[in-house]
């Protein structure tokens, strides 16, 4: 939801099958930077089969592919960004970190809140599922989540890549 929020925001060209997924690619705006948006099409746990091989044929430096992803850990509502990390369980990131050959990338989490159980059926179900918030607060946490990933671009493209940041 997150990237089809940030293509509509950009007027992003037409996706293309390509990757094993839908890619997407412009600018973020007149003279902004240019960006590749890849949705896998692979289940989740194996979009580093679709990513990785976008890292290299587009020749895009680790420290500027941002991964977008819900995080159980975090309470609805709440998004945050880093580099690098843990992967806490999250087989979607274990799957990335094995197709990049590395954890260091950027994360832009989207907190969604953890089930009542740690049965991983529930959890897993619980993560697939439709949210159970109302309407206006998930798209409020869609919104905040794609500014957030339109600010780290910002930060990205105001460094030199490989560029260490203070």
Do not use: C
Not at 28 to 43: A, K, S
Not at 73 to 94: C, I, Q, S, W
Request: proline letters at 7%.
């Amino acid at each position: 939801m997150v990237a089809e929020a940030l293509i509509d925001r950009w007027g992003l060209s037409r996706s293309k099958e390509k990757y094993r997924g839908l890619i997407s690619e412009g600018r973020t705006g007149p003279g902004g930077p240019r960006v590749f948006l890849l949705r896998p099409l692979t289940y989740m746990n194996e979009s580093g089969k679709s990513a990785g091989p976008v890292l290299g044929s587009k020749k895009v430096p680790l420290d500027r592919v941002i991964v977008v992803h819900d995080e159980i850990d975090l309470p609805f509502g709440d998004v945050r960004t880093r580099l690098g990390g843990g992967l806490a369980g999250h087989n979607g990131l274990k799957s990335l970190k094995a197709g990049f050959g590395s954890p260091d990338f950027w994360r832009v989490r989207v907190g969604v809140d953890r089930p009542d159980s740690t049965d991983p059926d529930r959890v897993a179900g619980y993560v697939l599922g439709r949210f159970s918030e109302p309407k206006d607060q998930v798209e409020a946490l869609i919104s905040e989540a794609a500014t957030e990933t339109e600010r780290l671009i910002e930060k990205l493209n105001a460094t030199e890549p490989g560029e260490e940041e203070n």
